[in-house]
């Protein structure tokens, strides 16, 4: 819409619609100057060539003067790149340089929106005007809201009460403005105890603010983790996502708790100051400063049992710290308070039982046989049963005492006195150790007297390990596939065995067995099986060989294990027929869907990529051919006469994907079989005739039958000769066998009509077709009575004209074969000699054609030369010919 000076018009162009005002000047010169102001409207993102606005249109501008009004456009603005202007009519278009008006006004914000500013000047000189443009660019929703962060974090107090309110500073930016710009938020998991809510400051920004919906506690979940997604308010509406970390910090609402309320602890009157008696434990489940524990002393302990008794004020440790009265035998009792910032402390109550010792304790002397160190004795997994370990002997016994030494643990072991000596123990195995089993063991030497008293010696075992363990193969089968053609270095599997034996004894080594294949390579280190080179599965499909897994130690013990590479086919091999094309010769009349020939294919790929198919590509509608056996058939019997040669495409696809496939020719050549009989074209009727002067001289030609046989080689060769007369002269007329020629043998002495019966018969075998005319000569000077003559040849008819058709061999019953008992033979003999003599002829032909096929045989093998039918038709006929001969 435009306004012009003080008028108004609104104008629909294309897609969109265009505002246009004029502004107007309060100096009461501006109606005279000649200046004008335009204001357009238009979207950002505007294909090239969208009309903006037509600015003669909306001036109201002649545009019928002399000279016409030119539009020139100031082309140094940068405004000027995004539009093109048409010179003569003022037209306005957007250019090839898309408007984005997120690039073009990105330091202006939403309330000054953004515009492009043009000057165009109107020429000629008599027509200057300048025209001020303003091309306001609206907003499209061209972009999604999007978070400055990726990860937001809001922590919230697990006191915080039912809808406190917190806000997610991170909000989302949208370049786009108004509706277009962030519209609202929302949680996509809210767990049922958040809620969001949006808030609006003065400027017009969204703020996202977390409400609590549900009591929290930090304990029970200290972390909620979600996605907060920012909707803008375009159509359709653009979102942005970011994660949404809810930390739930913790308050002190926890405090500490022993995990045992009465503890009771047996102290020997000689117990020695310093020793550690008993250890208090309790538990905060909050964190930090909130989970600092104090143990005290309750006010209840008498200032005596505190100087008697250390307690660790952050470990929770009793300890001896005086010398206990050994003379009186009591007990204490005390009180300990565990402490929590803000709490009310928690109490256990500790009873200590003082045991009066009379005399001193027993005393334990170890003496090791075997290795020992710090206390650690050291024994080998290879030692046998009853190995002795060390002598124990008991000391400061007071004879009237008597005491008991047993052995606390697990192991094979066993504590026994030696030999009847007093207060003397030997410790010994009692089976193999096996290091793989356990490595160590803790034994305690126990001493008991009479009064209680009771000394404790520990012992500690370790088991040394040796290459008692050969390396054990995870499968001892190992079976592989991979697929032809690979690439050289292709992984195959990664092998592995374990060694229970430490140290370098339980390393192991792989390595290829003897038999495998040179192309196998395995990495001693890492147990890798590669194949240096690359596949052939028709070369050989199956790699079978040993590895072995070797270990480190001394002596080395091994394992060995199976490995089968299975080579699977990849549809690499066409399919091939055994012979480059192949020929049949067949007799014509062959019997329908009679097989022809095998078509001989093979594949060297195996699977469904071995399968083949044969299909004919051309003759579909006269052949078929058996897709898996590859037998040719003809529908119906063929007959040489109409087309002696076929030349078929038969293509062999295997079943691979993608499938491959070969192309050959097939030739098939009908042999002649004698199925036509002769064939009178000269007389055309027997009731035709023909005036014979008796004035003619003997060995005159008077005239001649002629005949074809469609049949050909001897099946065509026709003979001639006279079967019956009637009329005139016996022996007037004679015929020639070969010709059909007939003469007048003798001079004729009577008038009248002569009729011969010629029989026309071929030479075919087994048995010669024929067939019949009769001609009829009239021996007279004129022909005066036309229907005298008529009539006669009508009565002519009763010697009997016979018609013979063509024996159906393949239909003849019992009689047929009686006559001809030696008809196989002759059918035998017959069909190998003219299969001998074209192939003669084949072979003759196939030389002379030989050099005009040679630059043709890389096309012959991808494609099917339907345009040498013409020249497969010539030699056809070539053929043909020789054969006549």
């Given at each position: 819409?435009?306004?012009?000076?003080?008028g108004?018009c609104?104008?629909?162009?294309?897609?969109?619609?265009?505002?246009?005002?004029?502004?107007?000047?309060?100096s009461?010169?501006?109606?005279?100057?000649?200046?004008?102001?335009?204001?357009?409207?238009?979207?950002?993102?505007?294909?090239?060539?969208?009309?903006?606005?037509?600015?003669g249109?909306?001036l109201?501008?002649d545009?019928?003067?002399?000279?016409?009004?030119?539009?020139?456009?100031?082309?140094?603005?940068?405004?000027?790149?995004?539009?093109?202007?048409?010179?003569?009519?003022?037209?306005?278009?957007?250019?090839?340089?898309?408007?984005?008006?997120?690039?073009?006004?990105?330091?202006?914000?939403?309330?000054?929106?953004?515009?492009?500013?043009?000057d165009?000047?109107?020429?000629?000189q008599q027509?200057?005007?300048?025209v001020?443009?303003?091309?306001?660019?609206?907003?499209v929703?061209?972009?999604?809201?999007?978070?400055p962060?990726?990860?937001i974090?809001?922590?919230?107090?697990e006191?915080?009460?039912?809808?406190?309110?917190?806000?997610v500073?991170?909000?989302?930016?949208?370049?786009?403005?108004?509706?277009?710009?962030?519209?609202?938020y929302?949680?996509?998991?809210?767990?049922?105890?958040?809620?969001?809510?949006?808030?609006?400051?003065?400027?017009?920004?969204l703020?996202?603010?977390?409400?609590?919906?549900?009591?929290?506690?930090?304990?029970?979940?200290?972390?909620?983790?979600t996605?907060?997604?920012?909707?803008?308010?375009?159509?359709?509406?653009?979102?942005g996502?970011?994660?949404?970390?809810?930390?739930?910090?913790?308050?002190?609402?926890?405090?500490?708790?022993?995990?045992?309320s009465?503890?009771?602890?047996?102290?020997?009157?000689?117990?020695?100051?310093?020793?550690?008696?008993?250890?208090?434990h309790?538990?905060?489940?909050?964190?930090?400063?909130?989970?600092q524990i104090?143990?005290?002393?309750?006010?209840?302990?008498?200032?005596?049992?505190?100087?008697?008794?250390?307690l660790?004020?952050?470990?929770?440790?009793?300890?001896?710290?005086?010398?206990?009265?050994?003379?009186?035998?009591?007990?204490?009792?005390l009180?300990v308070?565990?402490?929590g910032?803000?709490?009310?402390?928690?109490?256990?109550?500790v009873t200590?039982?003082?045991i009066?010792?009379?005399s001193?304790?027993?005393?334990?002397?170890?003496?090791y046989?075997?290795?020992?160190?710090?206390g650690v004795?050291?024994?080998?997994?290879?030692?046998?049963?009853?190995?002795?370990?060390?002598?124990?002997?008991i000391?400061?016994?007071?004879p009237?005492?008597?005491v008991?030494?047993?052995?606390e643990?697990?192991?094979?072991?066993?504590?026994?006195p030696?030999?009847h000596?007093k207060?003397?123990?030997?410790?010994?195995?009692?089976?193999?150790?096996?290091y793989?089993?356990?490595?160590?063991?803790?034994?305690?030497?126990?001493?008991?007297?009479t009064?209680?008293?009771?000394?404790?010696?520990?012992?500690?075992?370790?088991?040394l390990?040796?290459?008692?363990?050969a390396?054990?193969?995870?499968?001892?089968?190992?079976d592989?596939?991979?697929?032809?053609?690979?690439?050289?270095?292709?992984?195959l599997?990664?092998l592995?065995?374990t060694?229970?034996?430490?140290?370098?004894?339980?390393?192991?080594?792989?390595?290829?067995?003897s038999?495998?294949?040179?192309?196998?390579y395995?990495?001693?280190?890492?147990?890798?099986?590669?194949?240096?080179?690359?596949?052939?599965?028709e070369?050989?499909e199956?790699?079978?060989?040993?590895v072995?897994?070797?270990?480190?130690?001394?002596?080395?013990?091994?394992?060995?294990?199976t490995?089968?590479?299975?080579?699977?086919d990849?549809?690499?091999?066409?399919?091939?027929?055994?012979?480059?094309?192949?020929?049949?010769?067949?007799?014509?009349?062959?019997p329908?869907?009679?097989?022809?020939g095998?078509?001989?294919?093979t594949?060297?790929d195996?699977?469904?990529?071995?399968?083949?198919a044969?299909s004919?590509?051309?003759?579909?509608?006269?052949f078929?051919?058996?897709?898996?056996?590859?037998?040719?058939?003809?529908k119906?019997?063929?007959?040489?006469?109409?087309q002696?040669?076929?030349?078929?495409?038969?293509?062999?696809?295997?079943?691979?994907?993608?499938?491959?496939?070969?192309?050959?020719?097939?030739?098939?050549l009908?042999?002649?079989v004698?199925?036509?009989?002769?064939?009178?074209?000269?007389?055309?009727?027997?009731?035709?005739?023909?005036?014979?002067?008796?004035?003619?001289?003997?060995?005159?030609?008077?005239?001649?039958?002629?005949?074809?046989?469609r049949?050909?080689?001897?099946?065509?060769?026709?003979?001639?000769s006279?079967?019956?007369?009637?009329?005139?002269?016996?022996?007037?007329?004679?015929?020639?066998?070969?010709?059909?020629?007939?003469?007048?043998?003798?001079?004729?002495?009577?008038?009248g009509?002569?009729?011969?019966?010629?029989?026309?018969?071929?030479?075919?075998?087994?048995?010669?077709?024929?067939?019949?005319?009769?001609?009829?000569?009239?021996?007279?000077e004129?022909?005066?009575n036309?229907s005298?003559?008529?009539?006669l040849l009508?009565?002519?008819?009763?010697?009997?004209?016979e018609?013979?058709?063509?024996?159906?061999?393949?239909?003849?019953?019992?009689?047929?074969?009686?006559?001809?008992?030696?008809?196989?033979?002759?059918i035998?003999?017959?069909?190998?000699?003219?299969?001998?003599f074209?192939?003669?002829?084949?072979?003759?032909?196939?030389?002379?054609?030989?050099?005009?096929?040679?630059?043709?045989?890389?096309?012959?093998?991808?494609?099917?030369p339907?345009?040498m039918?013409?020249?497969?038709?010539?030699?056809?006929?070539?053929?043909?010919?020789?054969?006549?001969?």
């Open positions: 819409m435009s306004t012009i000076h003080r108004a609104l104008a629909s162009k294309g897609k969109f619609w265009a505002l246009c005002i004029l502004l107007l000047y309060t009461p010169l501006s109606c005279f100057s000649n200046f004008s102001h335009l204001i357009y409207k238009i979207k950002e993102g505007l294909p090239k060539g969208t009309l903006i606005g037509a600015i249109e909306d109201k501008l545009f019928s003067v002399d000279p016409p009004r030119l539009f020139n456009l100031e082309l140094k603005q940068i405004s000027s790149q995004y539009v093109n202007l048409n010179n003569t009519t003022g037209e306005l278009y957007t250019s090839a340089l898309e408007i984005d008006r997120e690039a073009l006004c990105s330091d202006s914000h939403e309330g000054q929106g953004c515009a492009i500013f043009l165009v000047i109107i020429l000629p027509y200057f005007q300048l001020k443009i303003k091309i306001i660019i609206e907003d929703n061209d972009n999604r809201p999007y978070f962060v990726d990860e974090r809001v922590s919230v107090p006191n915080a009460p039912v809808n406190a309110r917190f806000a500073e991170q909000s989302a930016v949208d370049p786009d403005v108004g509706i277009n710009g962030v519209q609202t929302w949680l996509v998991n809210d767990y049922g105890v958040f809620t969001l809510d949006v808030e609006e400051n003065e400027g017009g920004e703020t996202p603010f977390l409400i609590v919906t549900e009591t929290l506690d930090r304990e029970t979940q200290a972390e909620y983790l996605d907060i997604i920012a909707e803008d308010g375009g159509s359709p509406p653009l979102l996502t970011a994660t949404l970390r809810i930390i739930i910090t913790d308050v002190n609402d926890n405090c500490p708790k022993f995990t045992e009465q503890v009771n602890v047996t102290v020997f009157g000689n117990t020695t100051k310093g020793a550690q008696l008993a250890r208090l309790a538990f905060d489940p909050d964190q930090g400063a909130n989970a104090t143990y005290t002393f309750s006010e209840r302990v008498t200032r005596e049992t505190r100087s008697l008794f250390h660790d004020k952050f470990t929770g440790v009793i300890k001896l710290a005086g010398k206990i009265d050994t003379d009186t035998g009591k007990f204490y009792k009180v308070l565990a402490n910032p803000a709490c009310i402390p928690d109490v256990a109550t200590l039982h003082v009066k010792v009379v001193g304790p027993p005393a334990i002397i170890p003496r046989i075997a290795p020992e160190k710090d004795v050291s024994m080998s997994e290879s030692e046998p049963p009853f190995s002795p370990i060390a002598f124990f002997t000391k400061n016994v007071d009237r005492q008597g008991v030494c047993l052995l643990g697990t192991g094979p072991f066993r504590l026994l030696y030999k000596l207060n003397e123990y030997l410790l010994e195995t009692t089976d193999i150790l096996d793989e089993q356990q490595k160590d063991y803790e034994l305690t030497v126990v001493v008991k007297n009064y209680g008293s009771v000394v404790k010696t520990l012992v500690k075992v370790q088991v390990d040796v290459n008692d363990n390396p054990i193969f995870k499968q001892s089968l190992i592989i596939k991979v697929e032809e053609n690979n690439a050289p270095d292709t992984f599997a990664k592995q065995a060694d229970e034996d430490s140290d370098s004894r339980g390393e192991v080594l792989y390595l290829l067995g038999d495998a294949p040179s192309i196998f395995l990495d001693r280190l890492t147990g890798v099986l590669t194949v240096t080179t690359s596949l052939d599965r070369e050989k199956t790699y079978r060989f040993m072995r897994a070797v270990d480190c130690g001394t002596p080395r013990k091994e394992s060995i294990a490995v089968v590479v299975t080579v699977l990849r549809n690499d091999n066409s399919p091939r027929f055994i012979n480059k094309d192949f020929t049949f010769f067949v007799p014509e009349n062959f329908g869907f009679g097989e022809i095998v078509l001989s294919v594949d060297a195996a699977g469904e990529n071995g399968w083949v044969l004919i590509l051309n003759g579909s509608d006269i078929v051919i058996d897709t898996g056996r590859g037998a040719l058939r003809a119906t019997p063929l007959d040489r006469e109409q002696g040669t076929y030349y078929l495409w038969i293509e062999a696809v295997d079943g691979g994907k993608p499938a491959l496939s070969c192309v050959t020719m097939v030739t098939v009908l042999l002649d004698n199925d036509n009989p002769p064939i009178v074209l000269f007389p055309q009727s027997n009731q035709s005739y023909m005036l014979v002067l008796p004035t003619t001289l003997p060995g005159t030609s008077i005239t001649e039958v002629y005949a074809v046989d049949d050909t080689g001897m099946n065509a060769v026709i003979a001639y006279i079967i019956k007369r009637k009329g005139g002269e016996p022996g007037s007329f004679d015929i020639d066998p070969d010709t059909g020629n007939i003469t007048l043998r003798k001079a004729l002495s009577n008038r009509l002569y009729s011969l019966l010629v029989k026309v018969s071929d030479h075919g075998q087994p048995e010669p077709l024929h067939s019949t005319v009769l001609v009829n000569l009239f021996v007279n004129t022909i005066s036309e005298y003559i008529q009539s009508t009565r002519e008819e009763e010697i009997g004209i018609e013979i058709r063509p024996p159906n061999r393949l239909a003849r019953g019992p009689e047929y074969a009686e006559l001809f008992p030696c008809q196989p033979v002759l035998a003999l017959s069909t190998t000699c003219l299969g001998l074209f192939i003669v002829v084949s072979l003759t032909a196939y030389i002379c054609c030989k050099k005009q096929k040679k630059h043709k045989k890389k096309r012959l093998e991808v494609e099917i339907l345009k039918k013409t020249d497969m038709q010539a030699m056809d006929r070539k053929l043909m010919e020789l054969s006549n001969i």
